[in-house]
């Protein structure tokens, strides 16, 4: 567990620096990533989480909504204070942009068919041709099962998706209280999270897995009732914003470890692998990247590279990752919407009754 905050706290801080040193702009806002609580059960949780998390050596801070400067259809919560939010288009494009200035020889849109080993050398297919290389590390993420050279299951692919609403009155996102600007992750099974943009917009999404089933992974579009759903949560969460309207969806394939913790390795002397950070590798995968590429140049492994090394590959089935069992967790985390609605209407109308008593007491 330390090893992996460590890992997660260092990664960030990699692509802060990578973000500096290239002047990349992607909109980074150093705000931290608040667990976001909906209820009272998703804060005992937090409280959980923070303890282990600090325990761990973790930078983290619980507090109330007012003092972590979240919207008011929150309960409170605890901050991750390393790292922040940014455009991840942008932050992809300015990388490509500074790996083109180097010497590298970079082959886009070449779509690799296989990977194989011949006379201790990794040979790699394409359409157009072949290249042998002495070191490979393979990073297709949620795409690595359509190669044979990939360790059966390592990870599965799982279809998420985010939504962003249409341009909002700057007066009424000031209205929400959300002064610290930090990303929120809610604590569901499967999370809901919400971020600000420069554009006055909120983007949010996720909520439901979907699994694919075969290789090659199909072309999607976001499912319109997953979209409608996550514009359902939207309104509950900020009520004042009930109104505004999406304005657009989208959608990838992401990969998931048994474990939900991200793994690399080596699958022989020339063959590595940084696959998987669980829907997490926005800074993960580029730290993880310099980190097997250090590897490989000066032979020795970082210490953060332990933390999620695998020895020897060979990987469980991955529980609860099925159609049955992504609706199961699903239809939890809206069991326990429901239980947690219910209770605040009765609180609510509780309230409203006391209120209305002559000579009750006014709160
Ligand atoms: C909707 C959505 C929201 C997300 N939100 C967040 C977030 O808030 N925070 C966060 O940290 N992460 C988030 N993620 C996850 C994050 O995008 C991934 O963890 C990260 O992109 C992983 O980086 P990667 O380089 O390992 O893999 P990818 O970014 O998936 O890149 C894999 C690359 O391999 C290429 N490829 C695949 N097959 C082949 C082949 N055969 N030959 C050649 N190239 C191939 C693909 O074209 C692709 O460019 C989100 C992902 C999605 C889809």
Redesign the pocket.
């Known amino acids: 567990m330390p090893g992996m905050i460590r890992l997660a706290e260092h990664a960030a801080h990699h692509v802060e620096d990578l973000i500096g040193k290239h002047d990349i702009d992607c909109g980074y806002e150093r705000t931290g990533n608040v667990f976001a609580a909906v209820s009272r059960g998703q804060l005992g949780r937090v409280r959980r989480v923070a303890k282990l998390l600090r325990r761990a050596g973790g930078d983290v801070e619980l507090g109330t909504t007012e003092s972590l400067g979240i919207p008011h259809g929150f309960v409170g919560g605890m901050r991750e204070n390393v790292g922040g939010i940014m455009n ?1 288009g942008l932050f992809t494009a300015g990388v490509r942009r500074t790996l083109l200035g180097t010497p590298a020889q970079v082959f886009e849109r ?4 296989g990977v194989a080993r011949d006379r201790g050398q990794a040979v790699i297919t394409t359409f157009g041709g072949e290249v042998r290389a002495n070191k490979v590390v393979l ?5 690595a099962g ?2 044979d050279i990939t360790p059966p299951r390592l990870s599965v692919p799982i279809w ?3 939504v962003e609403t249409e341009p909002i009155d700057p007066a009424r996102l000031a209205a929400l209280g959300w002064t610290s600007r930090s ?1 929120l992750v809610t604590q569901h099974n499967i999370m809901e ?1 919400y971020r600000l943009t420069p554009r006055d917009t909120i983007v949010f ?2 909520r439901r897995l979907e699994r694919g089933r075969t290789y090659p992974l199909p072309a999607k579009k976001p499912d319109p009732a997953l979209v409608e759903e996550l514009a359902q949560a939207f309104a509950r969460r900020f009520p004042a914003l009930s109104d505004v309207a999406l304005d657009r969806a ?5 990969a998931i470890t048994s474990s939900w913790l991200p793994i690399a390795g080596q699958l022989d002397e020339s063959t590595y692998y ?2 998987a ?9 580029p730290y993880v990247g310099s980190l097997i590429a250090d590897l490989i140049v000066d032979g020795e492994p970082h210490e953060d590279l332990a933390a999620l090394w695998v020895k020897k590959a060979g990987f469980p089935r991955p529980m609860m990752m099925g159609p049955l069992g992504l609706r199961t967790i699903w239809a939890v985390d809206r069991f326990n919407d429901f239980v947690n609605g219910s209770r605040r209407n009765a609180l609510r109308g509780q309230r409203r009754s006391a209120r209305a008593q002559p000579g009750s007491p006014r709160r």
Do not use: D, M, R
């Not at 990073?139 to 795409?143: E, F, I, M, V």
């Not at 989208?250 to 992401?254: A, V």
């Not at 950070?277 to 995968?285: E, K, M, T, V």
């Open positions: 991840p070449t779509k690799v068919t990073a297709t993420n949620a795409y359509e190669w998420v998706i985010e990303g999270n999404g996720v989208w959608g990838g394939w992401i940084s696959i950070c669980n829907g997490h590798g926005l800074a993960q995968a």
